[in-house]
């Protein structure tokens, strides 16, 4: 695969390129008393965003993205969330950001590694952390407190698929509310 696009080189995020389609998406999420598992089909699409730099010293490659996530039982979204992934060559350091309508934004941070055809992105944030944090609304620090969260993405070819843990304070209890879902690019346009 060509990683090099209008004279930058996304390297491993060339990859993620293109709009990815998926109905086999699962959310385990907390409910008053127990939980809902809530099958959904979601859209990613990607986008190359650019190089950019800070204080001419790193230089890093970004991929933009905008998910949405539908309930498969009726088609209504219940999931949008945008933001960014970020790669440093120099360091291989690789960051995502996202941000979503509930008021919460965080920046997990990690790496990748190669298992065959397969590139694993890996990455974390945690409540506290000055680097890798959260931010959350007020709302939702005393309802709903993420304090951690946790995605592996792996991307063979034209198919991505991901898990993610999200560790959430709520309804008086530790929760882990899971999403997994298997996705196939459906359109490689940069």
Not at 153 to 177: A, P, Q
Request: aromatic content about 10%.
């Amino acid at each position: 695969m060509n990683t090099v696009i209008d004279g930058v080189d996304y390297g491993p995020l060339a990859q993620l390129l293109g709009t990815w389609w998926g109905d086999r998406g699962l959310d385990i999420a907390p409910e008053p008393v127990g939980e809902d598992a809530e099958a959904y089909y979601d859209q990613i699409i990607f986008t190359p965003s650019g190089p950019a730099d800070n204080a001419k010293e790193q230089d890093l490659v970004t991929v933009r993205y905008h998910q949405v996530v539908r309930k498969r039982a009726n088609g209504r979204i219940f999931h949008d969330q945008v933001g960014h992934w970020t790669w440093e060559p120099k360091t291989g350091m690789l960051t995502h950001s996202l941000s979503i309508p509930r008021a919460m934004s965080l920046l997990a941070g990690g790496g990748l590694r190669q298992d065959g055809e397969s590139t694993i992105f890996e990455v974390r944030a945690e409540k506290g952390s000055e680097t890798f944090g959260i931010a959350q609304s007020p709302f939702l620090l005393e309802k709903a407190r993420t304090t951690s969260f946790e995605m592996v993405m792996t991307v063979t070819g034209d198919e991505l698929s991901y898990n993610e843990l999200t560790m959430l304070e709520i309804y008086g209890r530790t929760f882990e509310h899971k999403d997994r879902a298997k996705l196939q690019r459906i359109l490689f346009d940069t």
